[in-house]
């Protein structure tokens, strides 16, 4: 079993920053690849970044690509996710999860544990 607790989410003016945290335990978290995700109100679940085990190859959607950067501190457990340049469309619940292994980054199917989503809400 993994658990996966993110954290970091709030209210912010658009042009605005935060950095989103994902801590976890239950199984070796430096063996896995990691992404984040996110899903807006009455829209499905969408891929936004992942980072490779090792943290030396990084993959984003084209929607982030340029403002949010993806990293990993495997000596902590945690990955993180760095969102500059914040607009009102990246309002959503975004949540991480763990690549199962298997499976392409970007499909939500390849990832077999998930947070339970912290709210990030960008204000126009």
């Known amino acids: 079993q993994v658990q996966l607790v993110e954290s970091g989410g709030g209210l912010v003016q658009a042009g605005g920053s935060l950095r989103l945290s994902c801590a976890a335990s239950?199984?070796?978290?430096?063996?896995?690849?990691m992404g984040w995700f996110r899903q807006a109100p009455g829209k499905e679940r969408e891929f936004v970044a992942a980072?490779?085990?090792?943290?030396?190859?990084?993959y984003y959607a084209d929607s982030v690509k340029g403002r949010f950067t993806i990293s990993r501190d495997n000596a902590k457990n945690t990955v993180y996710l760095r969102m500059n340049s914040l607009k009102p469309e990246d309002t959503a619940v975004y949540y991480c999860?763990?690549?199962?292994?298997?499976?392409?980054?970007?499909?939500?199917?390849?990832?077999?544990?998930w947070g339970q989503g912290t709210q990030v809400t960008v204000s126009s």
């Open positions: 999860a763990s690549h199962s292994g298997g499976g392409d980054y970007y499909y939500t199917g390849a990832y077999n544990y």
């Open positions: 239950g199984r070796t978290f430096s063996s896995y690849a």
């Open positions: 980072i490779n085990w090792s943290g030396a190859s990084t």
